[in-house]
């Protein structure tokens, strides 16, 4: 083998080696950053279980406009969390805000407003989270009034909880809380 083939080799073997070695590096610090969190909820036998990660508000304006540096942009794509997409898993078909979401696994989104979040129910569930899905596959999207609270909530929180046979996601960031309810069908 001449001398500048192998150097040549050496190359691409060293830099694979440090790209692989960078990514393994990368995904464990973002993980320590925003840790993973998997919130399971069952009911007879009906199971629901939502995947995300976990970042934290570390004093940063979360929700707002583009103007005063808001964290996540009123109008703009966001994955619900941080990382890999939030997915959504269930075992029956539901009913979410008029539409018919059959069982199986989803990822989900939300482009946040002011007054009004978009949600969007994707079925690609296993993807980078950082990029916006094809939104032709969109199973459906709607939308959800976003409330305030007093109390500000430091990390990104989903729970899944019932209220009497009615039940519903809770999303709750810094003082942002949205509450979507579904039936179990």
């Known amino acids: 083998m001449n001398k500048i083939l192998r150097n040549v080799l050496i190359l691409v073997v060293v830099v694979a080696l440090g790209a692989y ?14 840790p993973q969190a998997t919130v399971e909820f069952s009911d007879g036998n009906f199971k629901m279980k939502v995947t995300y990660c976990r970042p934290h508000k570390k004093g940063r304006l979360i929700f707002g406009s583009v103007e005063d540096g808001a964290l996540q942009p009123f109008g703009q794509y966001w994955r619900l969390g941080a990382n890999e997409a939030t997915t959504l898993e269930v075992n029956k078909d539901l009913m979410i805000e008029g539409h018919e979401l059959t069982a199986g696994k989803y990822s989900i989104y939300a482009v946040p407003g002011e007054k009004m979040w978009k949600f969007g129910i994707n079925k690609v569930a296993d993807r980078w989270g950082l990029n916006e899905p094809d939104y032709s596959l969109d199973v459906f999207t709607f939308e959800v009034p976003v409330t305030y609270t007093e109390e500000s909530v430091e990390q990104f929180t989903i729970t899944i909880g019932d209220d009497g046979g ?17 039936e179990v069908k």
């Open 21 to 34: 070695i960078a990514s393994r590096f990368l995904n464990k610090e973002t993980k320590r950053l925003s």
């Open 166 to 182: 009615k039940y519903f996601i809770k999303f709750w960031w810094d003082t942002s809380k949205i509450v979507i309810p579904f």
